[in-house]
């Protein structure tokens, strides 16, 4: 299956953006969706994992969710900040397979 | 503290071979898959290959099935990625990463900075 994310999003800071990760076959439930946030120069670093769960460090700004009458998920960053400004990944899993999506570009005006 | 640190990247021919390693520390090395993903300048990440805890079962994407091994040391710590017939399209960022879960091949949690593979004649 492929995981598609738009291309680049944009919005103003102290205010929410959503990007979405669209399964291509299979349902979205079947398998649990990561994010990862990638700064320039940087590696990934987790943002959500288990389709809504945070890391200990990452603010609640950031929150997950799957929708199942679209078949994908969603990352949700609220109040943004000039630093969220990044490329976002959406990654799952086919059996022993990482799934990445093509990755979404963050611009925070 | 988890670490992830990646080497052996550099200028390659094409039709060359290059191996890349990752040592690992701040977990049970030996209890955990690892995985290998690149990304080319200006594009996303490609996951590659991981490779079981134990047994060291590895799978692979079609894209290097073939030209590339991982394999790993649990006694340093250590996977590599043998990497043969390099083509110009292989020239990316290769990282190195842990999966989540002990046992699971289901996504990676902590990644290395990278090291970067140019192929260039």
């Known amino acids: 299956f492929m995981l598609t994310q738009p291309h680049s999003v944009s919005e103003s800071p102290g205010k929410t953006v959503t990007i979405s990760c669209t399964r291509s076959?299979?349902?979205?439930?079947?398998?649990?969706v990561q994010w990862y946030q990638q700064r320039p120069g940087s590696a990934p670093t987790t943002v959500i994992y288990e389709d809504d769960q945070r890391p200990s460090g990452v603010p609640d700004r950031f929150s997950g969710s799957i929708d199942f009458s679209s078949n994908s998920a969603s990352l949700t960053i609220s109040g943004l900040r000039t630093e969220d400004e990044a490329d976002y990944y959406c990654?799952?899993?086919?059996?022993?397979?990482?799934?990445f999506g093509g990755g979404t570009k963050l611009t925070v005006l | 503290e988890v670490q992830i640190l990646e080497s052996g990247g550099g200028l390659v021919q094409p039709g060359g071979s290059l191996r890349l390693s990752c040592v690992a520390s701040?977990?049970?090395?030996?209890?955990?898959?690892m995985g290998w993903v690149r990304q080319a300048p200006g594009k996303g990440l490609e996951w590659l290959s991981s490779i079981g805890g134990g047994a060291g079962t590895t799978y692979y994407a079609d894209s290097v099935k073939g030209r590339f091994t991982n394999s790993r040391d649990n006694s340093k710590n250590t996977i590599y990625l043998q990497m043969h017939s390099l083509r110009v399209e292989d020239a990316a960022v290769y990282y190195c990463?842990?999966?989540?879960?002990?046992?699971?091949?289901?996504?990676?949690?902590?990644w290395g900075q990278g090291t970067l593979v140019t192929v260039s004649s």
């Open positions: 076959s299979g349902t979205i439930a079947s398998n649990y």
């Open positions: 701040g977990f049970t090395f030996s209890r955990y898959v």
């Open positions: 990463a842990k999966a989540r879960h002990g046992g699971s091949y289901r996504d990676p949690d902590n």
């Open positions: 990654q799952s899993y086919d059996s022993t397979i990482w799934v």
